[in-house]
C-alpha cells in the first residue's frame, strides 16, 4: 500500500516557477506510474501530467505542455512537478496519484492511491 505526501505548494507571481514533490512511503514504488492532477474551486478534478514507472514515457495535459515537467526518482520514493511560467489559471489544489502497473495512466478514475493535495496559488 502506497501512502503519498505532497509538498512544495505556495503562492507564487503569475510567470513564476515552484517544484511539487510526492513522497511515497510503500516499497515497491518502482511498480507504480505516478500523476499529478489539479483541483480548481468549483471544478472538477483533471489530469495534469503522468510519468510511467520506469520514468520512461511522460504524459502532459495540453494546459500545461511546455511548461511543467514530471519526473522522478526511485531510489528516493519521490515524483516531482517543475511548473514554470505559471499562470493564474494553474491555480488549484494539486494530488499526486498512484496507478499499479507501467503505463501512464491519465484517468482519475484509474489511479489506486492518493494524496492530500497542495494548495497552489497563482497570483496576476
Known amino acids: 500500500q502506497e501512502q503519498l505526501v505532497e509538498s512544495g505548494g505556495g503562492l507564487v507571481q503569475a510567470g513564476g516557477s515552484l517544484r511539487l514533490s510526492c513522497a511515497a512511503s510503500?516499497?515497491?514504488?518502482?511498480?507504480?506510474?505516478m500523476g499529478w492532477f489539479r483541483q480548481a474551486p468549483g471544478k472538477e478534478r483533471e489530469f495534469v501530467s503522468a510519468?510511467?514507472?520506469?520514468?520512461?514515457?511522460?504524459y502532459y495535459a495540453d494546459s500545461v505542455k511546455g511548461r511543467f515537467t514530471i519526473s522522478r526518482d526511485n531510489a528516493k520514493n519521490t515524483v516531482y512537478l517543475q511548473m514554470n511560467s505559471l499562470k493564474p489559471e494553474d491555480t488549484a489544489v494539486y494530488y499526486c496519484?498512484?496507478?499499479?502497473?507501467?503505463?501512464?495512466?491519465?484517468?482519475?478514475?484509474?489511479?489506486?492511491?492518493w494524496g492530500k493535495g497542495t494548495l497552489v496559488t497563482v497570483s496576476s
Open positions: 510503500g516499497r515497491t514504488f518502482s511498480r507504480y506510474s
Open positions: 510519468i510511467s514507472s520506469s520514468g520512461g514515457p511522460t
Open positions: 496519484a498512484a496507478a499499479y502497473g507501467s503505463s501512464g495512466f491519465t484517468n482519475p478514475r484509474q489511479m489506486d492511491y
